[in-house]
Every structure is written in structure tokens, then in C-alpha cells.
């Protein structure tokens, strides 16, 4: 691996704001369940009728999810030192975002709260790094997390904020640096 040049100002890196797209796509339009193994999705998803493209609908940080690892400790008869071993982990993520209740479910400002019900699965795609307002295209590359929606509720208000809601989400799958295809 090669060693970045540096300068005594460190290496300038992409600001976070308007570079971390962010789509919410159903299960359904998957059709093959998604698997550790998997490097690929079709790039249609994203761009699918029912995809919500969610970066314009939450502020910064409302989109989160959090690995912990669980582990166990391991020492064998030839180890001097105790390993701590990964056994598996659990993955929480939450989704925060402007709705209004007296809006019409097809109206825009619902359409990450229209997305999210309860009960339903869904993969999140984020793609850091990638301009917001360009177009996706087989050379972008994403983060999928796949999670059921286990609980959705409306945040209190506050003077002067937009009125939120939060979905938590029960994470069973997170993919790194995946890939988008073309239909063949």
C-alpha cells in the first residue's frame, strides 16, 4: 500500500455535507435477498419507483448506524495471553426525518416516513463521498445496511426546528463498498 504524501497540513478530505447520498430501498425491489457474499446491487435499485432518495429529507448525523461487536474471551492450553474472540455483532441504526402529519402521503416531505412503516425491511444505501446532486452511474460505490423497521414515532417539536420522526431499525446485514450494476 502506498504511504500518501502529507504536508504539514495533514490531507484535506471530503466535507460530509452535500456528499453523503442516502436512498431507502424496499425489500421487494431486491428480489434476491442480499447475503454477506454479496459485492453487487443493480443500479435500478436506487433509481427505483419506489426508492426514496432521503439525503434532503434529514439533517446531518440523522442517518445512523452502530456495529458492536460480540465477543467472547478464549485462551487455550498453548496461549499465554487471553484473545478475545468476534463471535458475531449487532447492528443498530436509526433514521431521522422531517415529515407532516397533515400532508398527504404523496406529498414529498413524507416520503422517507411513507417509507419506513413498521415491520417493513428495507436496505439503506449510502454512498460517502459521492455528490449529492449527481447522477449514480456503475462507478459509484455504496454501504447497504438491510434492517426491519421495528418502531417508528414522531419526535416532540421543538421551537423553531422541523417537525421529525425517528425509525429504528433491527439490523441483520451491512455490506461494504458495494458496487452497482447495470441490467444485463
Not at 435499485?45 to 432521503?54: F, H, I, Y
Request: one cysteine or more.
Amino acid at each position: 500500500m502506498s504511504q500518501p504524501i502529507t504536508s504539514p497540513t495533514g490531507v484535506d478530505g471530503v466535507i460530509a455535507s452535500g456528499n453523503v447520498p442516502t436512498w431507502i430501498i424496499q425489500e421487494a425491489t431486491i428480489p434476491t435477498p442480499l447475503t454477506n457474499e454479496t459485492t453487487s446491487i443493480p443500479l435500478s435499485a436506487l433509481n427505483a419507483e419506489d426508492t426514496v432518495k432521503a439525503d434532503c429529507h434529514h439533517n446531518m448525523g440523522d442517518v445512523n448506524f452502530t456495529r458492536t461487536a460480540t465477543t467472547r474471551d478464549r485462551k487455550r492450553a498453548c496461549e499465554t495471553v487471553t484473545v478475545t474472540v468476534k463471535t458475531g455483532e449487532t447492528i443498530e441504526g436509526t433514521i431521522q426525518a422531517v415529515y407532516d402529519q397533515q400532508a398527504g402521503t404523496e406529498d414529498i416531505v413524507n416520503a422517507v416516513y411513507d417509507a419506513v412503516p413498521e415491520g417493513a425491511v428495507v436496505y439503506v444505501a449510502i454512498a460517502y463521498g459521492h455528490p449529492s446532486h449527481e447522477t449514480v452511474s456503475e462507478t459509484t460505490v455504496v454501504d447497504v445496511y438491510r434492517g426491519r423497521v421495528s418502531m417508528r414515532s414522531k419526535n416532540q417539536p421543538v421551537d423553531g426546528e422541523d417537525l421529525t420522526f425517528t425509525a429504528t431499525l433491527a439490523t441483520d446485514l451491512y455490506l461494504q463498498d458495494v458496487t452497482l450494476t447495470a441490467a444485463a
